[in-house]
């Protein structure tokens, strides 16, 4: 009769987990407040300079310019709308992806937020944090969803650009493009959307919205 041999197995590290409260005595690192106040000062910038590049644009407002066609002043104007807008788009989504990564790293814990959610895309990661936390099964459609899915796709458009082939006239596509102040302005009015609606839905988290 042979003799069997068992190899000995460490027992994994077991532990039951529990949800923590909303409002944990605990101190955290985290940026939302600062990146929520950003899109929102940068927009009143933007707002502003608008204004002033439309007064000096000398031709019809939704026609481009080449360098050689405007002042060095006004040029450095009208490049610096993108900077703000484009700011002001990717600071909103970073505001709502801070926030979601702080609230799961609350609820959740570290550890465990960093293994299960924090890889997540942010629509994902949004309606799972929800139900584990909150036992609330949301939507695709629902308001809070819609609002972080367009500017998280705003986002995601400047930071993963692509190339397009034009077709036609290219004059005609130099017409067209991102809308200035209305695309900034979209976005922060987006996020300021999902904040409220996320109150609304999680009252107990009221006090961790950026005010």
Known sequence: ???????????????????????????????TDRFHDLAIELLDELEALVVTVNEQWPAPLDQRLKQSEATPELWALARRRYLLSDSVRIFSAVAIEGFLNFYGVLRIG???????????????????LLLVCDS???????????????????????????AKELRGNLSDHLKHGELLPEAA???????????????????????????
């Open 110 to 128: 570290e550890s465990d937020f960093n293994a299960h959610f924090e890889r997540l895309g942010m629509v994902p990661k949004l309606r799972q």
């Open 1 to 31: 009769m042979g003799i069997s041999q068992y190899t000995h197995m460490a027992t994994p590290i077991r532990s039951p987990f529990v949800l923590r409260p909303h409002a944990l005595d605990a101190n955290f690192s985290t940026e």
């Open 136 to 162: 609330v099964s949301i939507a695709t459609t629902d308001p809070l969803v819609k609002s972080l899915a367009f500017v998280a796709e705003g986002r995601n458009a400047l930071v993963h650009p692509k």
């Open 185 to 211: 302005r979209e976005a922060v009015a987006e996020m300021r959307t999902f904040f409220r609606e996320f109150s609304s839905l999680v009252p107990k988290a009221r006090h961790l919205i950026p005010k």
